[in-house]
């Protein structure tokens, strides 16, 4: 959190004029995270809170696999569920689920359909599809987990791979240096990093050495 809030004060987040912050869903997120950004100085009406639409769409299906017995009917409410999530009807969609839910179900299936239910009713303004694909904004973390996934597991992760913190840290900055086509970038600071003092054996210079012809 510490390397993030330094990350956010070197971009001026402050100055922006929104900040979407998109996740899966974990509490600490939401507790920690726009707490942060307050503390930085945003504004809370520049912040979108926004679940991964792909994530969301997995407790539709969760609720439409207890509803339903016959698995092509439970398919065909989700599709229908999962477009009207996307288009931003949540409140239309809440209401057919509890219609749903009012119908005669087994105490299983109430406890199945209850959870995903309250996972929408619960916090229904980090639902807002429609609103952020109109800012042409992303619905989905995907990009981001695809990323990691190119730029840091196929090189630092494997069989019989094994690093010690520093070197890890190093081979990283520069994977992400070149991911983001900033490789010259990444070279120059290197080349014109400060040297450790701790590292270099100082010799006082003599007469003849600061001598001029």
């Known amino acids: 959190m510490s390397l993030l809030e ?3 004060v070197k971009l001026g987040v402050v100055h922006a004029q929104q900040v979407l912050l998109l996740a899966d869903g974990a509490p600490w997120i939401w507790h920690r995270i726009p707490a942060l950004l307050e503390r930085l100085g945003l504004p809370k009406d ?3 809170e926004l679940i991964d639409f792909y994530h969301a769409s997995q407790h539709l299906k969760d609720f439409a696999e207890a509803a339903f017995s016959k698995a092509q009917v439970a398919r065909k409410w989700f599709e229908a569920a999962r477009s009207s999530l996307k288009r931003g009807k949540l409140a239309q969609l809440l209401t057919q689920m509890q219609q749903i839910l009012a119908q005669k179900h087994t105490r299983q299936q109430r406890k ?4 995903p239910f309250n996972y929408f009713n619960d916090q229904p303004q980090r639902f807002a599809y429609g609103q952020v694909q109109a800012m042409n904004l992303p619905i989905g973390s995907g990009a981001i987990e695809s990323l990691i996934r190119q730029v840091v597991n196929l090189r630092l992760k494997g069989n019989g791979k094994f690093w010690l ?3 890890a840290e190093i081979l990283l900055q520069g994977r992400c240096y070149w991911a983001a086509g900033r490789w010259d970038t990444f070279c120059a600071e290197i080349l014109t990093a400060k040297l450790d003092a701790k590292r270099l054996e100082i010799v006082e210079p003599n007469a003849s050495d600061l001598a001029v012809a």
Request: glycine share 0%; aromatic share 8%; no cysteine.
């Open 6 to 8: 330094m990350y956010l």
């Open 46 to 48: 520049r912040l979108i």
């Open 112 to 115: 199945a359909m209850t959870t």
């Open 165 to 167: 913190p520093e070197h």
